[in-house]
């Protein structure tokens, strides 16, 4: 990107959201993953699965799997550079217009 080109301001404050997001998954998830993963490696531990409770490890690997994908998430998102977000944005915005005029006809 060269250093001329001007960042239209709704993506610079769309960047600092998705990262402020990205921070809160990450904390947040971190925290919900905690008892997931305790139970995971806990072999007598038992959950409940449509009222029936059972220690299957698929079915706590599952459980752990779904909630790591938060903390996951939060981190691409808060630790991805902010020039890598602004050109991602910039061109699904270049993109989300061209398709707006090809539905909806230009403005």
Same mark, same amino acid.
């Given at each position: ?6 960042? @239209? /301001? *709704?993506? #610079?404050?769309?960047?600092?959201? /998705?990262? $402020?997001?990205? %921070? %809160?998954?990450?904390? /947040?998830?971190?925290?919900? $993953? ?8 806990? @072999? ?15 079915? *706590? ?5 779904? #909630?790591?994908?938060? @903390? ?8 991805? $550079?902010?020039?890598? !977000?602004?050109? %991602? /944005? *910039?061109?699904?915005? $270049? ?8 539905? !909806?006809? @230009?403005?």
């Amino acid at each position: 990107m060269n250093a001329q080109e001007k960042i @239209p /301001l *709704k993506i #610079v404050r769309l960047a600092k959201r /998705l990262r $402020s997001t990205g %921070w %809160w998954f990450l904390v /947040l998830g971190a925290i919900a $993953s905690i008892y997931p993963i305790a139970i995971l490696f806990d @072999p007598q531990a038992t959950i409940q699965v449509n009222g029936v409770p059972t220690n299957d490890l698929f079915t *706590k690997l599952g459980i752990a799997a779904f #909630v790591l994908i938060f @903390p996951v998430m939060g981190a691409f998102l808060a630790f991805t $550079s902010k020039e890598k !977000f602004e050109r %991602w /944005l *910039k061109k699904f915005d $270049s993109r989300a217009k061209a398709f707006g005029q090809a539905r !909806f006809g @230009p403005k």
